[in-house]
């Protein structure tokens, strides 16, 4: 999994100025999914709902988990079965490198308490990349802002990285395949490349002389360590004579920042952060020498909910009775033994910005946010969401409202108070302290342990 990686910064996705010949090789001797989306457009929900396989929404996991080791339901509850305490459970060695954003409490959220045998990564957000920037020893004592300069874990030990981070990541997921070889493993390998900050080294830098905007000539070298990272481990797969027996699939939690980072969502519109396309749909590619067709497109709609599905179904591994997963088995879909489409409907929630979508075949219906009305697009002849059908269909708009309203009965409001919004209270109470206004009745940060119907209101 890649972080914030733009729709179309990979050259299977037509990329021209950053070669990505590595990645671009799981497209060659597998699938390209071109039309996959993923449950959120930030880390934490999507990586939530990856995980679990389930729409994040129905455990109230919608937001981006705060630094703080203290609260407890900043996380996944433990009422949901991950992909690894599934696979866990048919024998597999089970590990995560890199990026895990999916809680900092030690007992309730770490790695090793969710399923996985070894974590090599860093718990928030995200990182510096660079070893001289990684100043700060023990993250859990850390204050929030510091949480991109602190050490890496090794399980629970902080440790000192010596190369790019990046690098950091791929020798480890090296040393991790060789010492799985001779069992079933599963390895999440989660860069946290190429999101912010943007550094790279001299090494990748020097790739793209041929690029003059500086935000994008940083990107691009970021990108280009990730492909030289998937190009290791492909290699090392081969080595091993484990190409045949291995299922690889390769996507983006969520799309890129153009603003920030450069990032390129091509015809999409909007980014990260936004429920329109560039901000969820993301390149997907699946390889599995000898099942999976190679070099083909896959068009009809996906999302990386099927990831749990398909190796939940592969594997026989357990899923909660009474939680099913929202995905499916792709391989059936992809070998073309099932025509039908995999998912009719598709849907998500914003809670807190109140946005809407379903997904229906090439229709999209949205609610851009709080107080505006909803708006229909016909994604197969206006990929860019720029001519709202609304008007022209009003029953076709309605019958969607009414199908988003049925997924929509069965979510949980959020169970912990996001970064973002926690930020927008931090600052509400700074305000009214400053003018000295200790009108408030408690103390709005409190909130952070809300019981499981509170309704958060910022
Ligand atoms: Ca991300």
């Known amino acids: 999994m890649a972080d914030d990686l733009g729709y179309a910064d990979v050259g299977f996705n037509g990329c021209q100025d950053i070669p990505t010949p590595n990645i671009d090789s799981i497209a060659k001797n597998g699938t390209v999914c071109s039309n996959a989306i993923v449950t959120f457009p930030v880390c934490g929900p999507s990586r939530a709902g990856f995980i679990t396989g389930r729409y994040e929404q129905r455990f109230g996991f919608v937001g981006n988990p705060p630094h703080d080791p203290e609260d407890r339901n900043a996380g996944v509850p433990k009422s949901e079965m991950n992909i690894a305490e599934s696979l866990k459970q048919v024998g597999y060695k089970t590990g995560i490198i890199g990026k ?51 050490w890496i874990h090794r399980n629970y030990e902080p440790v000192q990285i010596t190369q790019y981070l990046t690098d950091e990541f791929s020798k480890e997921a090296l040393r991790f395949v060789d010492a799985s070889k ?25 790739r793209f002389p041929h690029i003059e905007d500086p935000k994008r000539k940083i990107y691009a070298a970021m990108v280009s360590a990730l492909d030289d990272g998937v190009g290791q481990l492909l290699a090392r797969l081969k080595e091993l004579n484990l190409e045949e027996n291995t299922i690889l699939f390769f996507l983006s939690d969520n799309g890129g920042i153009e603003e920030k980072s450069h990032s390129d969502n091509g015809p999409l519109r909007g980014q990260k952060g936004q429920i329109w396309e560039g901000g969820i749909r993301v390149p997907f590619a699946v390889q599995w020498k000898g099942v999976i067709p190679k070099g083909e497109i896959f068009e009809k709609a996906v ?87 609304a008007s022209q269909m009003p029953e076709t708009l309605e019958l969607l409202k009414a199908k988003y309203n049925r997924w929509s009965k069965d979510l949980k409001d959020p169970i912990f108070l996001g970064n973002w919004e926690r930020q927008q209270l931090l600052k509400k109470k700074k305000l009214l302290e400053k003018n ?16 499981k119907n509170q309704s958060l209101k910022p």
Not at 197 to 204: M, R, S, V
């Open 182 to 206: 001779d069992n079933p493993f599963f390895l999440f390998l989660s860069y946290n490349a190429p999101h912010s900050p943007l550094q790279a080294t001299e090494k990748y830098l020097s």
């Open 303 to 389: 999302t990386s909910l099927d990831i749990f599905a398909t190796i939940s179904e592969l594997s026989k591994s357990p899923f909660h009775p009474n939680k099913p997963l929202d995905g499916v088995h792709l391989i059936p879909y992809l070998t073309g033994k099932i025509q039908e489409e995999p998912h009719p409907n598709l849907y998500m929630r914003m809670h807190t910005s109140n946005r809407k979508m379903v997904r229906s075949g090439s229709l999209k219906y949205v609610v851009p946010g709080k107080n505006q009305s909803a708006e229909l697009y016909d994604l197969k002849k206006d990929l860019g969401e720029s001519k709202n059908l």
């Open 436 to 451: 000295g206004n200790i009108g408030m009745k408690s103390d709005p940060l409190q909130k952070s342990s809300l019981s």
């Open 100 to 150: 895990w954003h999916l809680g900092l409490h030690r007992e309730e959220h770490h790695p090793l308490k969710r399923g996985f045998d070894e974590f090599y990564g860093h718990l928030g957000g995200g990182s510096k990349y660079l070893p001289e920037d990684l100043t700060i020893q023990d993250c859990y004592t850390a204050e929030p802002w510091q949480s991109y300069s602190c």
